[in-house]
């Protein structure tokens, strides 16, 4: 069964099919100008009941060439031998439907991962190869963490998916950050924003932006300090000057100045609540009157992952 993550990792290029574009430069991965992205079926059977899919497939038209390629994309979440068996049959399969060239792409969420899926798969013997795969990748340590609000909102879609290649990292908190805030600030831009600009920046609605990271972070912390992000932030991403959206501002600014800390301190004590771990009045009093924003971050970071709320402070 396909868990809920794992649809989001790929899915996400079906919400933003630009995305591509804008995504694998980034990894180092020229993607050719292009007219058009069109999803195609997923559907990799042939012969019944054995039944092959692939976790979603583009056509993409270039300019100049006729038909295109196909590209397909995989969400893979640990190193699977069997996989070099069905991506190689991807491949071929998709060669022999479309009479186009094929190319996988394999997003993962962790180092290990992407490394292995990187690894060219060969297929043949000691005395020849019949054919060789070089899977395309994106994934942590291929691409960049998106730690800063205003590059977040330069490209939702672009931070929407670093938060989730980034899921298993120590450093998540810095990118939810960026990115609530991005979404935020995308918010107070998009009326202001041209058609052209909105195209090329990839025009999704940031409810639905929200949603996939919900879903893509999977049960735990990271979800729940997403949840609690979203509530203090935008909490119905209005984008239309609403009262709502006033007193987020107002209390945005406020943020940055000494009250930011307090916000860092009641997140803390929030995440804690929300993982069932049990805060004596001795630490809720530490955290709310620290103002270190450095020491609040630390501790922030510990919050997602301790088993005793004395832990937060480590050696201190």
Not at 266 to 293: Q, Y
Request: glycine share 8%; hydrophobic share 40%.
């Amino acid at each position: 069964m396909v868990s809920s993550p794992h649809e989001a990792l790929h899915r996400i290029f079906r919400t933003d099919p630009g995305l591509f574009a804008r995504l694998l430069p980034r990894a180092g991965i020229v993607f050719p100008e292009h007219t058009a992205i069109e999803p195609l079926d997923t559907d990799l059977t042939e012969i019944r009941p054995l039944e092959r899919r692939v976790d979603s497939v583009f056509r993409v038209r270039v300019a100049g060439e006729e038909g295109g390629f196909v590209l397909a994309v995989e969400s893979q979440g640990k190193p699977d031998p069997d996989k070099h068996r069905s991506w190689t049959y991807y491949l071929a399969h998709l060669y022999a439907k479309y009479r186009l060239p094929p190319f996988l792409l394999v997003v993962c969420k962790d180092k290990a991962t992407a490394s292995w899926a990187a690894e060219p798969i060969r297929v043949g013997r000691g005395f020849h190869t019949s054919m060789v795969v070089f899977p395309l990748v994106l994934g942590p340590g291929v691409l960049p963490a998106i730690t800063e609000a205003d590059e977040a909102a330069r490209d939702l879609g672009v931070a929407v998916f670093s938060a989730l290649a980034y899921a298993r990292d120590p450093g998540l908190t810095a990118i939810l950050d960026a990115l609530a805030s991005g979404v935020a600030d995308d918010a107070e831009r998009s009326g202001s924003r041209d058609s052209a600009e909105a195209e090329e920046a990839g025009d999704v609605d940031r409810v639905d932006w929200a949603e996939i990271v919900e879903i893509g972070l999977g049960e735990g912390p990271g979800r729940d300090y997403w949840r609690h992000l979203m509530a203090t932030y935008t909490p119905n991403f209005p984008g239309s000057n609403t009262i709502v959206e006033e007193s987020w501002l107002e209390g945005r600014a406020k943020g940055q100045s000494e009250g930011k800390a307090e916000g860092k301190a009641e997140d803390i004590l929030h995440i804690l609540e929300v993982r069932g771990i049990e805060v004596s009045d001795s630490v809720r009093e530490r955290v709310a009157d620290c103002t270190d924003l450095d020491v609040l971050g630390t501790w922030l970071d510990r919050s997602l992952s301790v088993t005793h709320a004395e832990e937060l402070f480590g050696e201190e």
